[in-house]
T-cell receptor, first 113, second 110 residues
């Protein structure tokens, strides 16, 4: 298993540009989520999905869209990038209906100029 | 809202014990977690404790939970340079969503 994979590793955007951060997992996990990590603030939940076709907002959803058309993929879209979205983004997944922990991807480092 | 707090920095000498502390607010959390993040990497689960336990030991790691004070600690015995990382405390908020603390950066001095 490759686990949770994220692409790209690094990205630089200009204000107003849009882009999609990719996340995929090959463990057949139903639950997937996106976090952003900012210095001194830990990880904050952006959006999550409990299964294909189902998504919901987390703590900081504004400026981001998600979709879950398959179990494997959970892309995060920035519609119009802003400097405040400069952060490190982590995707995570976990098995269904259990209290097992989340498996994290390696992260995408995004800089918005 | 829910909040998880940690001190941001800790320095210890190699071979000493490290104690990283965390306070949380949601008394209904079923599980509490400790994650480790090495430079440039994602988060790796270190250990977790069920809320009806007071202590859990796993090799060099000891987790202590004081539910009354909503205080969680992680003790690392015989701290090594490879333990230098950021350590995150997390509580389960709802479903499988977590609330993370800001992270404690542990520096191990030779």
């Amino acid at each position: 298993n490759a686990g949770v994979t994220q692409t790209p590793k690094f990205q630089v955007l200009k204000t107003g540009q849009s882009m999609t951060l990719q996340c995929a997992q090959d463990m057949n996990h139903e639950y997937m989520s996106w976090y952003r990590q900012d210095p001194g603030m830990g990880l904050r939940l952006i959006h999550y999905s409990v299964g294909a076709g189902i998504t919901d907002q987390g703590e900081v959803p504004n400026g981001y869209n998600v979709s879950r058309s398959t179990t494997e993929d959970f892309p995060l879209r920035l519609l119009s990038a802003a400097p405040s979205q400069t952060s490190v983004y982590f995707c995570a997944s976990s098995p269904p209906g259990t209290k097992e922990t989340q498996y994290f991807g390696p992260g995408t480092r995004l800089l918005v100029l | 809202g829910e909040d998880v707090e940690q001190s941001l920095f800790l320095s210890v000498r190699e071979g000493d014990s490290s104690v990283i502390n965390c306070t949380y607010t949601d008394s209904s959390s079923t599980y509490l977690y400790w994650y480790k993040q090495e430079p440039g990497a994602g988060l790796q689960l270190l250990t977790y404790i069920f809320s009806n336990m007071d202590m859990k030991q796993d090799q060099r790691l000891t987790v202590l939970l004081n539910k009354k004070d909503k205080h969680l600690s992680l003790r690392i015995a015989d701290t090594q340079t490879g333990d230098s990382a950021i350590y995150f405390c997390a509580e389960e908020l709802y479903g499988q969503n977590f609330v993370f603390g800001p992270g404690t950066r542990l520096s191990v001095l030779p």
